[in-house]
């Protein structure tokens, strides 16, 4: 857990084969591991995701994290991932939230006197992922591919359906940073995108 991966065993024994590969670590894992709330995961470099498509040839699905800073996207490791030239179906974790930036909840259920302690959430990392944006995303990888066989592209933006690592759970008293997910494909030369907000978790909190 928040451990960078070393991709090289792996692409040196599977890579020819390899058609499928997911690297994926929720959000919230290593800031609460670690008692660190400015942590955040590990994610490959441009320059590793350039050893998998020079070792990976046949690679047609992919899921794996993307780091972005503030006020851009990461468009260095979106045109890195237009170079596979045979995948299909791409799926980028984006990180929701901003660890050097605070705000107050929206909704906290404490004591005023106790806001400060209690009702202080990280702020949200914009460009914030909307059906505008996941859209361009699609897009400018398309744009970039020599081949477009890209049909589809999921886009998330936190720790969506966390139930899936399981994780802790409990009930907290403010508004959290809601999670997002976009489905994107293409459909007649037209990109098409549905969105989903993960709001209840499941009808549970997960973090």
Request: glycine letters at 4%.
């Amino acid at each position: 857990m928040g451990r960078p991966l070393n991709m090289t065993p792996i692409l040196e024994t599977h890579g020819a084969s390899l058609e499928k590969l997911s690297i994926h670590e929720f959000e919230h894992d290593c800031r609460y591991a670690t008692g660190n709330s400015t942590w955040v995961r590990s994610v490959l470099s441009v320059s590793e995701v350039e050893q998998i498509v020079l070792s990976a040839p046949n690679l047609k699905e992919l899921t794996l994290d993307v780091y972005r800073s503030s006020n851009k996207w990461p468009n260095s490791m979106l045109k890195v991932l237009s170079k596979f030239p045979h995948l299909a179906r791409l799926t980028m974790n984006f990180n929701l939230e901003d660890p050097s930036m605070s705000k107050y909840a929206e909704r906290c259920l404490v004591d005023e006197r106790a806001r400060d302690k209690y009702s202080i959430i990280h702020g949200l990392m914009e460009p914030q992922l909307n059906y505008t944006t996941a859209g361009e995303i699609f897009h400018t990888i398309r744009q970039y591919q020599a081949d477009t066989k890209l049909r589809n592209v999921t886009i998330s933006a936190g720790d969506f359906r966390r139930r899936v690592g399981g994780g802790l759970r409990f009930i907290p008293h403010y508004e959290w940073n809601k999670p997002v997910r976009y489905d994107c494909w293409m459909e007649e030369n037209m990109i098409k995108c549905t969105g989903q907000h993960d709001i209840h978790f499941d009808d549970k909190v997960f973090l």
